[in-house]
């Protein structure tokens, strides 16, 4: 049974930097995608960060060139680096991970964490 758990959200202020952590569990073998998504209130999740089996990444253009995600798979973690945040940042950023990127790209993968609130002012 997979699961995600995500950590590291706060209130921080406009131009400073949070780390976003997602522990996952229950993997048979290292072939799932994963991805960080966010949503406010009243709207679909959106795409922040995406991660193919081949550990490429992609980005949205909103977070290009600020956000960085990494994994490390001896701690069987995610991250979400955060660097000159922006109010327009705040949301609820979620962790997630299937085997078919087409599905995180969908965002409609098979796994979410629970999510972590990040409020920016």
């Known amino acids: 049974h997979v699961q995600l758990v995500e950590s590291g959200g706060g209130s921080v202020r406009a131009g400073t930097s949070l780390t976003l952590t997602c522990v996952t569990s229950?993997?048979?073998?290292?072939?799932?995608?994963m991805g960080w998504f966010r949503q406010v209130p009243g709207k679909q999740h959106e795409k922040v960060a995406l991660?193919?089996?081949?550990?490429?990444?992609h980005y949205s253009q909103s977070v290009k060139g600020r956000f960085t995600a990494s994994t490390d798979k001896a701690k069987d973690t995610v991250y979400l680096q955060m660097n000159s945040l922006k109010p327009e940042d705040t949301a609820m950023y979620y962790c997630a991970a299937d085997r078919d990127i087409l599905r995180l790209v969908a965002r409609k993968p098979k796994y979410w964490g629970q999510g972590t609130q990040v409020t920016v002012s």
């Open positions: 229950g993997y048979t073998d290292d072939g799932h995608c």
């Open positions: 991660i193919g089996s081949d550990r490429a990444t």
